[in-house]
């Protein structure tokens, strides 16, 4: 029986060379298909793993995998190849890129949620978790980063940029500098020096820019109110909107930041998986 968060045959041909290879033992008795099946069907409907439907292999078998591959760096490896295969078949360059916009979500935690992972963001009222994305043009993430909601936005992005590090390091030269966008919650003047202290010649590979924001003089000319949509601004907005489709990113249900972290880069590869199949 298929299931709505199942792979098709053409999402399965795509992601099935980029698993890690089995050493040659005995036959498995349930495929990794299968298995992919029951960890998208968990993230998508947010049920405990106990509660995996009885035609999906057992729950201990799909959380174990499930487990290795998080540990092993297997999902994030995963998400940068479709990262790379999507930004090819919108004909950029594979994993350069010159604009990356950085954005911060407040999510409440669970009561499964550890010490580890509580924090409040006082700014949004949130007890809970911030998840941290740096996304391009196409709103699909290049960095991830989950951290306490107490943790500033600031804080935030210089930890996620530091674990990144060596992508910046990496630029091309003749690649033009990269534009960090950042909305009114950064706050370049101590972001670069604390960057500069990681590696001191980040500034010639990356520049700050603060999205704008409307004035209320400027509203008021334009006879609006409330909230104004920016469009750049509006791209991460987005991204954060795809990641409540999976009930178990809505909150936090993880233990620890790291589970959180594997979420998202799960429900982007669900998303790209259904993109590169719909243009096969």
């Not at 935030?156 to 690649?175: H, R, T, W």
């Not at 950042?182 to 999205?211: C, N, T, W």
């Not at 909230?227 to 993880?254: G, H, Q, T, Y």
Request: some cysteine.
């Amino acid at each position: 029986m298929g299931y709505s968060s199942s792979l098709s045959d053409q999402e399965w041909e795509i992601i099935e060379p980029l698993l890690p290879k089995k050493k040659k033992t005995c036959p498995p008795t349930w495929t990794k298909r299968q298995i992919l099946d029951g960890v998208f069907y968990q993230l998508k409907n947010g049920c405990n793993w106990a509660d995996l439907p009885k035609d999906l292999p057992p729950y201990s078998t799909v959380y174990w995998h499930y487990k290795q591959w998080r540990a092993s760096g297997v999902l994030r490896e995963i998400m940068t190849a479709l990262h790379e295969q999507v930004r090819a078949q919108a004909a950029k360059k594979p994993k350069w890129t010159t604009l990356i916009i950085v954005d911060s979500q407040a999510t409440k935690n669970t009561c499964n949620a550890s010490t580890e992972s509580k924090g409040f963001c006082s700014y949004k009222a949130t007890n809970g978790i911030k998840k941290n994305l740096g996304v391009d043009a196409l709103g699909l993430p290049f960095f991830t980063l989950c951290t306490k909601a107490s943790l500033s936005d600031d804080k935030a992005l210089i930890e996620m940029f530091a674990q990144n590090i060596d992508y910046f390091k990496a630029k091309p030269v003749n690649i033009p500098k990269i534009t960090v966008m950042v909305d009114h919650g950064y706050h370049p003047d101590k972001l670069i020096p604390a960057l500069e202290a990681i590696y001191p010649q980040i500034m010639s590979k990356i520049r700050f820019k603060v999205a704008p924001k409307m004035s209320r003089q400027e509203k008021a000319e334009l006879g609006i109110s409330g909230f104004v949509v920016i469009p750049m601004r509006w791209i991460v907005e987005r991204s954060n909107a795809w990641m409540d489709r999976c009930k178990s990113l809505v909150k936090n249900f993880d233990r620890t930041l790291d589970n959180a972290n594997a979420r998202i880069h799960l429900c982007f590869i669900r998303l790209m998986l259904k993109r590169l199949a719909k243009a096969s």
